[in-house]
């Protein structure tokens, strides 16, 4: 059989259909990428689409095989495809979230936390670095535990790519993490709320010896938004000597005051060198937003 795999948006290697491209190579099947023109040459047709705005180029695609979260929440792989571990340095070692933050799919997508795997499940055991996407691995701290002595065992370069939440670290987790080598610590400061929780956890981590600016932080801004509520967390953040990075919802995404935010708080050189004020003066870059705001 001939099986194509369309993979219309995802910004990373698409799991589900590495999963399906596995399943198929297995069978010995032939498996082709993202050519439009061997659609009517193939016996089946998968198409992913991740981001819901990009739902309406599934059209085309109608008679195949259509999934992904951009698409419904209620499709699914069938069992014996979802079982299937691609190896590809990347990937969950747990499923679901504890919370239900009002702009993340996760929950009602997943379910409730649960292993579904470890390192070995995800690691080719050739490469030296492993992204791991879990939701919120700290949420099951044995576990977690589980996972940061495999990569300590073989030496690996780990980048937990959704971010850490920060409510779950204590200095216990806090050594587990340090004792890794992590391509970048990413936590989420996604609401003024949470300052509390958020400098109890800069004290943990500064307190085991994170150096000023290696945490970055994820800064999530949406349609409840305005100046004041993303300003504020950034100057926290670079109060305490911490990365940031301003993660803007499409539906807000060409707003030029937060693009002006974005532009500051995401070049780790022009958070360092003033505030938001003084870069927003001082840089040409920052020039065509002036206009927008009105600061002391």
């Not at 587990?176 to 709320?193: G, Q, V, Y």
Request: aromatic residues 12%; glycine residues 6%.
């Amino acid at each position: 059989m001939r099986i194509l795999l369309i993979d219309i948006d995802s910004k990373i290697p698409n799991f589900a259909l590495k999963k399906i491209e596995k399943y198929h190579k297995d069978r010995g099947d032939e498996v082709v990428w993202n050519n439009e023109l061997m659609r009517y040459s193939s016996d089946k047709v998968y198409v992913s689409c991740i981001f819901d705005w990009n739902k309406p180029k599934c059209d085309e695609w109608r008679g195949c095989e259509i999934g992904g979260s951009g698409y419904s929440l209620e499709i699914t792989l069938p069992k014996e495809i979802e079982e299937i571990k691609p190896r590809i340095n990347m990937g969950f070692t747990t499923r679901g979230c504890i919370r239900n933050c009002y702009f993340c799919i996760v929950p009602k997508k997943e379910g409730k936390i649960r292993v579904v795997g470890d390192l070995y499940n995800i690691w080719d055991g050739k490469s030296r670095e492993i992204t791991i996407l879990d939701n919120n691995i700290l949420a099951l701290p044995e576990h977690f535990k589980l996972i940061c002595s495999q990569i300590r065992k073989e030496k690996l370069l780990v980048d937990f790519n959704q971010g850490l939440d920060h409510r779950l670290l204590t200095n216990e987790l806090c050594k587990e993490l340090i004792s890794i080598r992590n391509k970048e610590l990413r936590f989420a400061f996604d609401d003024l709320r949470y300052k509390d929780t958020v400098l109890k956890a800069i004290k943990i981590l500064q307190d085991n010896g994170v150096r000023d600016f290696r945490t970055m932080w994820y800064v999530y801004v949406g349609e409840k938004d305005n100046y004041d509520t993303v300003y504020k967390r950034l100057a926290i953040l670079r109060e305490h000597k911490q990365g940031a990075f301003v993660m803007r919802d499409k539906k807000v995404y060409d707003n030029p005051i937060f693009i002006a935010l974005a532009s500051w708080a995401n070049t780790m050189g022009a958070f360092k060198m003033g505030t938001f004020e003084e870069v927003l003066e001082k840089s040409d870059r920052l020039r065509p937003y002036r206009k927008y705001f009105k600061l002391n």
